[in-house]
């Protein structure tokens, strides 16, 4: 099968390619009815959306079945790992928790014309179902501490979370210490060197 790099050198299909193509169209054409991303980052949309939430994909342990996204948005990070997992890992289950009723259904748009292995939530965080997930992800939600406790409730007992973090990640690491005990691997992001990914295990209240 041949592969085709996107930014930063994150290898995918052609199919792959494809269907992200298709994601990228589709979120250019709803930006103009609903502000899904900021304006300003529409001219470097790969990079800045798809290439950040792409290179989580491969931090997921092999035995992932149930991936869960928290605050998604546009689908980012977890609509696009689920693009990315169609074919080499078909059988996760995504869940995309998005409060907002109008980019729900942005996601559904997405996840059907792509036929993804994902379903939305269209809850606030707290008032969701415990997901019993074996990840949970999400970027530019919350601090934290605060994140945490959003994750928690939805983490099956061996379950981990990777959520972007940016220049006050060391800072956030002291003050949710003070709330949670946790193991923290630290991967550096690929698209600005003040962010950084956070591979946290071994998640509880202290």
Known sequence: MSEFALPKGISVSRETL?????????????????????PSTIPDLWERHFVDSAQIYSYAPHNVRKWVDLGSGAGFPGLVVATLAHEANPDIAFTLVESDARKGAFLRTVIRELGLNATVLTSRIEATEPQKADIVSARALAPLDKLLGYAYPHLNADGICIFHKGARVGEELVQARNLWSFDVTHKESLIDQESTVLILSGIHHV
């Open 18 to 38: 494809d269907r992200l193509q298709v994601y990228a169209d589709l979120l250019e054409r709803w930006q103009e009815k609903i502000n899904l991303v900021a």
